[in-house]
Nanobody
Framework: VQLQASGGGLVQTGGSLRLSCVAF????????MDWYRQAPGKQRALVAR???????NYDDSVKGRFTISRDNAKNTMYLAMNNLKPDDTAVYYC???????????????WGQGTQVTVSS
């Protein structure tokens, strides 16, 4: 199982980006899916989470600007980011808890990260 993140880039303050994260491989179930970010000199921090039923949670710093969603049929998660600010500049990582069979438990998987840079 692997996660592949994409969609990062360079935008100006106030701009928008949409990140995608695809899980592929032998997948039986996916529970929580999350986006984390890590800015230079800072620890990796949770940005948004969505569970298998679609319930979402957001860090206060992105509430009202970011929207997390998922397409279970495509094993894909998205992060729509609007009104971006320079403080949003970071490498964004996707994370998911995935089970590969009915007999196995879930384990954590991480994507490779995608750079988001917001210029002032």
């Amino acid at each position: 199982v692997q996660l592949q993140a994409s969609g990062g880039g360079l935008v100006q303050t106030g701009g928008s980006l949409r990140l995608s994260c695809v899980a592929f491989g032998t997948i039986f179930s996916i529970s929580d899916m999350d986006w984390y970010r890590q800015a230079p000199g800072k620890q990796r921090a949770l940005v948004a989470r969505i569970n298998s039923g679609g319930k979402t949670n957001y860090d206060d710093s992105v509430k009202g600007r970011f929207t997390i969603s998922r397409d279970n049929a495509k094993n894909t998660m998205y992060l729509a980011m609007n009104n971006l600010k320079p403080d949003d500049t970071a490498v964004y990582y996707c994370h998911a808890r995935i089970g590969s069979s009915i007999l196995s438990g879930t384990r954590d998987y991480w994507g490779q990260g995608t750079q988001v840079t917001v210029s002032s």
